[in-house]
């Protein structure tokens, strides 16, 4: 029997995850396909970069996992990693508002307070502020919405002081993007409904989270947090992915130029010249990339033309002594309002004690703001100098780094702009009409985190296996 051909476009976590899934339901099955994956660059991984260097693990992207996404430990497990798997220390978190550092309140959930006393006795917020917020108890719920940005649902319902000064910060430190443009349905629909259903955000968080106690909270040593990473850094999974992948379908430095299709196939061209057949294909690159390769479509535009933003990551190595003002903590947001070009700093050596070596520090910063992208593509040197400027603003830091590791990423983080999922989907339907057999996965589309595009990877592989059955 004749061996259908899948081909998967990208190497990132999306691509080997579904080329993994792909290859185990293959060899259990015993179906008659044959999987190829192609990554443009020299290297796998994607986003998901470790650099190891002078006893330091750096991570040059994502640096942890949440451990409630049961898909990032389910894929650590399939590949014989679940002993490497390491907790982040659970420290205080701070954020950088009006001029100073304020200790983020406890009980806060995505900067939704859930516990009054720490709130009232935050200096984050003037009295105005907390009264404002207080309205979330009386306010009526909204109206029924499609979608609506998370800057206008929860300024409505907080008011702009907890917004700016804590979810704003909060969401920005994970999307890099601008709370009043970015979509509540595609990234936080559990607010809307627990809206709908309690009325008030605070009451329906109340009523719906396992409540903590703080006896048996007293009697734990040491608090773990809710990321995970691996001991030895994240691309510790990307390289046992591809030990349990068959070496000969997997390449790299082979870029796709354009997909077309051809009767009941699709022809794959890559930049060498040679045309891959494919009966199926898995797009898991930006958004952009895959409109380039699907260019003779108009439905693509519309993938085309999301937005995504770049950040640059930068990481700084120093004696603990060279820091004078230290600070009880694992780091620290920037609000909107605050003068700071850099928007998050962790103290990687609090929060990750593995990646450093004793009598060291690792901090690693940001900088990247939707209106400062500029500062991205500022050469090495004036980077490091406006994150020094911001940092001895709190840290008191006056020696120049041991070494440091920037890390540029170019529109590496979309936007999922209001009207996002109901975009998506018009160009799915539209993709099952013209071009059945071909599926967008990764972090365009449904979700940026790790274990949300490992999730993507293993949802287009049934998306194919039923296509093809």
């Not at 002078?54 to 650590?76: N, Q, V």
């Not at 907390?130 to 109206?143: E, N, V, W």
């Not at 700016?164 to 709370?179: E, K, M, T």
Request: aromatic letters at 8%; a positive charge; one cysteine or more.
């Amino acid at each position: 029997m004749e061996r259908k051909k899948i081909v998967i476009i990208g190497g990132g976590i999306t691509g080997l995850s579904a080329a993994y899934y792909l290859q185990k339901e293959i060899k259990e099955k015993q179906l008659p396909y044959q999987v190829m994956l192609f990554e443009a660059s020299n290297r796998f991984g994607g986003a998901i970069h470790t650099l190891k260097k002078e006893g330091f693990i750096i991570e040059k992207g994502p640096d942890s996992m949440l451990a409630r996404k049961a898909s990032a430990l389910k894929l650590i497990k399939e590949v014989g990693l679940e002993d490497q798997v390491v907790s982040n220390t659970a420290g205080k978190s701070y954020i950088v508002a009006r001029g100073k550092l304020h200790t983020m309140p406890e009980g806060a959930f995505m900067g939704i307070p859930t516990e009054v006393t720490p709130f009232l006795f935050s200096g984050l917020f003037s009295p105005f502020g907390k009264l404002r917020a207080a309205g979330d108890f009386i306010l009526p719920k909204g109206k029924e919405k499609a979608d609506q940005s998370l800057g206008e649902f929860f300024r409505r319902r907080l008011g702009n002081e907890v917004v700016d000064n804590l979810i704003d910060p909060l969401l920005s430190g994970i999307y890099a993007g601008d709370i009043d443009e970015l979509s509540l349905m595609s990234l936080f629909p559990m607010f809307y409904q627990l809206e709908q259903t309690h009325r008030s955000l605070v009451l329906g968080l109340k009523k719906t989270m396992p409540s903590r106690s703080k006896t048996a909270a007293k009697k734990l040593p040491a608090k773990k947090g809710m990321f995970i990473s691996l001991a030895g850094g994240l691309e510790t999974l990307i390289e046992a992915v591809l030990k349990k992948l068959d070496s000969s379908t997997v390449m790299k430095n082979a870029p796709v130029e354009k997909i077309t299709k051809d009767g009941n196939h699709y022809n794959v061209a890559l930049a060498d010249g040679s045309v891959e057949q494919a009966e199926s294909v898995i797009i898991t690159t930006e958004s952009y990339a895959a409109q380039q390769m699907l260019s003779d479509y108009p439905l693509m535009k519309v993938v085309g033309g999301m937005m995504a933003y770049s950040v640059a990551n930068v990481a700084m190595a120093f004696p603990k002594a060279a820091i004078k003002q230290d600070i009880d903590g694992t780091g620290f947001l920037v609000s909107r309002n605050s003068d700071f070009r850099i928007t998050a700093c962790t103290w990687t050596h609090k929060k990750w004690p593995g990646t450093t070596p004793e009598d060291m520090a690792l901090l690693r910063c940001y900088v990247g703001k939707p209106n400062d992208q500029d500062a991205v593509h500022l050469a090495d040197d004036e980077i490091i100098q406006i994150v020094l400027r911001d940092l001895n603003k709190t840290m008191n830091i006056t020696e120049q780094p041991l070494f440091h590791v920037i890390s540029r990423w170019n529109k590496k983080m979309p936007q999922y702009t209001v009207g996002h999922l109901q975009r998506m989907k018009n160009v799915r339907d539209s993709l099952a009409q013209e071009l059945p057999g071909i599926f967008l996965s990764g972090s365009s589309y449904d979700g940026i985190g790790v274990p949300d595009c490992i999730e993507q990877g293993e949802a287009a592989v049934q998306n194919v296996l039923a296509f093809l059955a």
